[in-house]
C-alpha cells in the first residue's frame, strides 16, 4: 500500500508545478497585451496617437478627452468664422466695436460704483515671464531653419521623388488656396484637426489596412511612371561640375 504521506507529498508537488505552468502563461498572455502591434501603422508611426499629437492639454483637446472644453473651442471659432466670413464683419470694425463696448462699460460701472457701494473696477499690469517668449523665438527659429533646410535639401538634391512630390502638394495647396479666403482656409483646417485625429483614434485599424493597401497601389503607379518616363528623360551632369569643384 502506498504511503498517504507520501501521496500527498506528489500532490501537491502536482499542485506547484500546474500553479507555476498557469502562472508563467497567465503572466506571458499579460505581457503579450502589452507587445507592439506588428500592423504596419499610418505614416510608420508607432506611438499611440496622443503621443503623435504632443500629449499634454493640446492633445486632450484635439483627440476630446474633454467633451465640453473641445466643443466650447470648436463653438467659439465656428462662431467667430459666421461673424467675419457670412456677416462680412471686418477684423479693425470687430476691435474697435469691442473696445468701445468695454469701455462704456467701465465708464458706467466707474460712475455709478459709488451709489451701489461697491469699488471701481482694477486693471492690473500683464505680467508675462520672459523665458515665455524666449523659448517662442526659439521655437520659430529652429521651425524656421528646418523648414529652410529640408526647401534646400528638396532644391538643390538630386532626390527627383521628393521634388516631385513637393510640387505636387504646393500645386495642389495652390488650387484649394484658390477656392477658399484665408480665414475659410483656416476654420477648415482647424475643423479637419479637431475631428479627423479622434476618428482615426476610433477606426485607426481599418484605416491603416486602406492605406497601407493604397500606398502600395501608388507605389506600383509610381514604379510604371519612372519606368516609361522618368528614366527616359535627360539627366543633367551633376557629377562632373561636382567633380570639378572638387
Request: proline share 4%; charged share 20%.
Amino acid at each position: 500500500m502506498s504511503d498517504p504521506v507520501e501521496d500527498a507529498g506528489s500532490e501537491s508537488l502536482m499542485e506547484k508545478i500546474h500553479n507555476h505552468i498557469d502562472s508563467s502563461s497567465s503572466s506571458d498572455s499579460e505581457s503579450e497585451k502589452y507587445l507592439p502591434s506588428r500592423k504596419n501603422r499610418l505614416f510608420g508611426r508607432q506611438k499611440p496617437v496622443h503621443t503623435v499629437l504632443g500629449g499634454g492639454k493640446s492633445a486632450d483637446v484635439i483627440l476630446w478627452r474633454n467633451k465640453q472644453i473641445s466643443a466650447g473651442i470648436v463653438a467659439g471659432v465656428t462662431v467667430f468664422w459666421l461673424i467675419f466670413e457670412w456677416m462680412g464683419y471686418h477684423l479693425l470694425t470687430f476691435v474697435c466695436h469691442s473696445l468701445m463696448l468695454a469701455l462704456a462699460t467701465l465708464f458706467i460701472w466707474s460712475n455709478f460704483s459709488s451709489f451701489v457701494n461697491r469699488s471701481p473696477p482694477k486693471f492690473s499690469e500683464i505680467i508675462l515671464p520672459e523665458d515665455l517668449f524666449v523659448t517662442i523665438a526659439q521655437l520659430l527659429r529652429n521651425e524656421g531653419n528646418r523648414a529652410l533646410a529640408s526647401f534646400r535639401e528638396v532644391a538643390l538634391g538630386k532626390d527627383l521623388k521628393k521634388f516631385l512630390k513637393v510640387i505636387a502638394v504646393l500645386w495642389v495647396l495652390s488650387i484649394v488656396g484658390s477656392w477658399f479666403t484665408f480665414l475659410t482656409l483656416f476654420y477648415l483646417v482647424f475643423v479637419l484637426l479637431h475631428t479627423v485625429p479622434v476618428l482615426y483614434e476610433k477606426h485607426e485599424d481599418h484605416v491603416d489596412t486602406f492605406a497601407e493597401k493604397a500606398i502600395v497601389e501608388i507605389n506600383k503607379q509610381y514604379t510604371v511612371l519612372d519606368a516609361k518616363v522618368l528614366q527616359k528623360l535627360p539627366k543633367l551632369p551633376f557629377n562632373k561640375k561636382d567633380n570639378k569643384q572638387h
